[in-house]
Structure formats: C-alpha cells, structure tokens
C-alpha cells in the first residue's frame, strides 16, 4: 500500500476499514488477502478492524510462518 511509517501504515488500514464498513450492508461480509511483513503488521490489520466494528478471523497457509499470505474473513457486526 506504499506507505513508510507505522503510524502511516494504521492510518491507512483503519480509513479502509472504515469505508468497508460504510459501503458494506449490515452483517455483510468481506474476505481480504494479504501479505503482512511481519507480527506487528498483522496485528496492526486485526486491530483496526476490530476497531472499526468488524468480527471474523485469520486464515494462514503455513500457521508457522511469521510473515506471507494470509487471509481475513471478516463479517461487519
């Protein structure tokens, strides 16, 4: 998503969140692929969600690895 600081990186994941809260129906539903760097990046996309009146949770090819695909089913509450 090209941005460089954490602080920019939560900006930008929490408005998404936000707008896929605005334009979802309620209990609509959305799956989100991505590939976090690390941990702190994954926590980062969970919280902001979770924030942002999101329920759901994680999938992981390799649950072991730290970093790589991974995927949020997320359902708006």
């Known amino acids: 998503y090209g941005t460089e600081t954490i602080r920019d990186k939560f900006k930008t994941v929490n408005n998404t969140a936000k707008y896929l ?3 979802l ?3 609509g539903r959305i799956i989100i692929e991505f590939y976090p760097k690390d941990e702190k990046e ?3 996309f969970i919280s902001s969600f979770n924030n942002n009146s999101f329920d759901g949770f994680m999938i992981k090819n390799n649950p072991a690895q730290k970093a790589g695909q991974t995927y949020l089913l997320l359902k708006k509450r």
């Open 42 to 44: 994954l926590e980062l």
């Open 25 to 27: 129906k309620p209990k």
């Open 21 to 23: 809260k605005k334009i």
